[in-house]
Each structure stands twice: as structure tokens, then as C-alpha cells.
């Protein structure tokens, strides 16, 4: 009888989330709240994202006001709001807590990518299909008692633009790294980072591939410590062509790893703590597969979706990891022993795969 290697994870049956009725091209999860809660957010192509529980994957609800394919969704640095990056020409701020609309944020071409500062909610870095990226200040843009006001319309032009003329394609990811001075972009095959102070280019670098998932990866800081991988400062992940690439440092300028697949990468995340990377696939096949990071051996593989793994990412405790496809679905997966969220302690989780619906 074949015994398992002694590293071998468990396997644990993952948590599937139903709701959205398009592709989910994005998910990204809030940071640690003070009681070790966090949220989970999805975007969809439906043009309807949704803010779930990130422990259970449990719906919270649904923010409704987009008339067109929503690309991208992340909660800000204190979670009291969330941006949403549509094919109908704007990005919107919402009110976390009531799920109201508080304000447009008017562009000229659809938007595909949005990003907070590391540790500010009053500005949102914005591109797309304008080429432009764009720096809007929501200082004046907070939650306000129910009914006090009508959501704000700010237009294109009060934003700021940096690196101007700089890109030819689609900014696809915006990354705002620790240093608040420095932003990445990720728009076709190329990364570049630009410098906020003089708006302009300071390092770029062209990929295997057009680049499928660019994110900033780290715990919550507090969890954080100099043995982590990138010494407690969270690693830029990208995934492009048939390669994954890793970047770290305040300004994610110095490259650590970089590893060449056998097939089409969608996305990938890793986790500094544990030494892992998940990678979504997007062909031939539909899977999530999980690496040591120090050898690049292939320890697990998902095969639960139908459809391109378009986004992957860890929760801010570490315990989990969920994947967004094609297929519609969000899945969770345990990355911890023992009792946590929904499953039980053991081999085998909770028995059967779950849907919160």
C-alpha cells in the first residue's frame, strides 16, 4: 500500500459559493479585523459583486448599481468601503456596512483594475482600457448616516494621471506597494513602477506572457515575521504566459523566484508563512495546483473547477485560500489543521463538499 509523503497535505473538502450567474474574474479578501473576522469580495462579470463572510464564504450581500461586467473588487485598508472597477465606464465606492453607492468615479473606456494605498482609504488608483492610470482623492467620499446624502458623481478630470502617454494596452492590475510612493501596473505583457513623486517610470519588465494576476501577498501585519518569506513585507505574485514571478521588498523591486510551467497560468498567489504558491490554471486544464516554495515541487492538486482559476487569493490569517473561475463559483480551501470556519478538525474536513449559497 502506497504510503503519502510525509509533508502530503490533508485533504480538506473546500467550501463552494454560489450567487454569481457570469464568470468571476476576481476575489480579493479585507484585511484582519480586530476580533480576527475578515471579508471576502468578489467581482463578476454579472456586473453584480458580492461582500461574503471571508471565514464561511457566507453572502452578506450584493452591491447593486453597475450596468456593465464588474472586473475587479477590493475592500479598503479600514474595510468601512469597497471599489469596483465595470465595463460601464466607471469605478464605484461603496458603504461596506449599508451597501450603499457612495460614489462614480467617471472614466472614459471600461475600467479594469483598482487599488487602494497600503494604508489609506482617502485615494484609489484607477486604469483600463483609457491607458491612463489614474489617481482619484475620496477624502470627502465617506459613509454617511443612512439617508444623509446622495451618492457623489466625481468625473475623469478631477483625477490625477501618472506616467502619462506611458502605456499602449489595457492596464489590467494596478498593485500600490508598502512604499505608498510606488504603484506597479500590469498591462499587457509589462510591468512597470512608477514613482508617484515625479510620475514617472522607474523600472520595467516584460513577461513570458500577457500577464493574467498581479497581486500584493502578505498577512495581516501583525502576523507577519522577518522569517516569512520577504522578511514579514508582502510579495508581489504575477502570473503571465507559462511563468510565475515573485517580487519583494517595500517597493517589490528586488525578484526572489521565478518559475517556468508547463502550461497557460491564469493566476497565482502564494503564502509567505507556510512557503507555498497556489497557481490557477487557465489551459488545458481547469485546476488549482499547490508548489513548495523552496523546490517547486507540485504538492497538490484542486479539481474542482469548471471553467479558469482567473484569481486566487489568501485570506489574512493564512487558514484558508479561495479561487474565482470562469465557472462562477468562488471555492475555499483549508490551508490549516485542526477546527476552522465551517470545517471540522481531522482528516477528510467536513465530510462533503459544502455550498453557501
Not at 499602449?168 to 501596473?185: C, G
Not at 514579514?232 to 510551467?261: H, Q, S
Request: hydrophobic residues 35%; proline residues 6%; glycine residues 10%.
Amino acid at each position: 500500500m502506497a504510503t503519502p509523503a510525509p509533508d502530503a497535505p490533508r485533504q480538506y473538502v473546500p467550501l463552494t459559493c454560489h450567487g454569481h450567474s457570469r464568470p468571476v474574474p476576481h476575489i480579493s479578501f479585507s484585511p484582519l479585523e480586530k476580533d480576527e473576522s475578515y471579508y471576502l469580495i468578489s467581482a463578476c462579470k454579472d456586473g453584480n459583486p458580492m461582500l461574503r463572510d471571508g471565514q464561511t464564504g457566507d453572502w452578506i450581500g450584493t452591491f447593486i448599481g453597475h450596468k456593465g461586467a464588474v472586473w475587479q473588487a477590493r475592500l479598503s485598508p479600514d474595510a468601512s468601503t469597497a471599489a469596483t472597477a465595470s465595463a460601464d465606464f466607471t469605478a464605484k465606492i461603496w458603504d461596506t456596512h449599508t451597501g450603499e453607492l457612495l460614489c462614480t468615479l467617471q472614466h472614459d473606456h471600461i475600467v479594469r483594475a483598482i487599488s487602494y494605498p497600503p494604508d489609506s482609504s482617502d485615494l484609489l488608483a484607477t486604469g483600463g482600457m483609457e491607458k491612463k492610470l489614474r489617481i482619484f482623492d475620496l477624502t470627502n467620499v465617506k459613509p454617511t448616516e443612512a439617508g444623509e446624502a446622495a451618492a457623489q458623481t466625481i468625473p475623469a478630470s478631477a483625477s490625477f494621471e501618472i506616467g502619462q502617454n506611458v502605456h499602449t494596452a489595457s492596464i489590467k492590475f494596478i498593485v500600490w506597494t508598502r512604499d505608498p510612493n510606488i504603484l506597479i501596473t500590469a498591462s499587457d505583457k509589462t510591468l512597470r513602477w512608477f514613482d508617484l513623486r515625479t510620475r514617472q517610470v522607474i523600472k520595467q519588465e516584460v513577461l513570458d506572457g500577457e500577464i493574467g494576476s498581479c497581486e500584493l501577498c502578505g498577512l495581516a501585519p501583525e502576523l507577519m515575521s522577518r522569517s516569512d518569506l520577504g522578511e514579514g513585507i508582502p510579495l508581489l505574485a504575477v502570473a503571465a504566459g507559462k511563468c510565475i514571478y515573485f517580487w519583494g521588498g517595500m517597493d517589490a523591486t528586488n525578484e526572489l523566484k521565478r518559475l517556468k510551467l508547463d502550461y497557460q497560468v491564469a493566476s497565482v498567489a502564494v503564502d509567505p508563512k507556510g512557503r507555498k504558491i497556489v497557481v490557477g490554471e487557465d489551459k488545458p486544464a481547469t485546476w488549482a495546483r499547490v508548489y513548495r516554495w523552496d523546490d517547486g515541487v507540485e504538492i497538490d492538486v484542486h479539481k474542482g473547477h469548471h471553467g479558469p482559476v482567473w484569481s486566487v487569493a489568501f485570506s489574512p490569517d493564512g487558514k484558508l485560500y479561495a479561487t474565482g473561475s470562469e465557472d462562477g463559483t468562488i471555492k475555499m480551501w483549508k490551508n490549516c489543521e485542526g477546527f476552522y470556519g465551517l470545517w471540522r478538525g481531522g482528516n477528510g474536513g467536513n465530510g462533503a463538499e459544502r455550498s453557501t449559497d
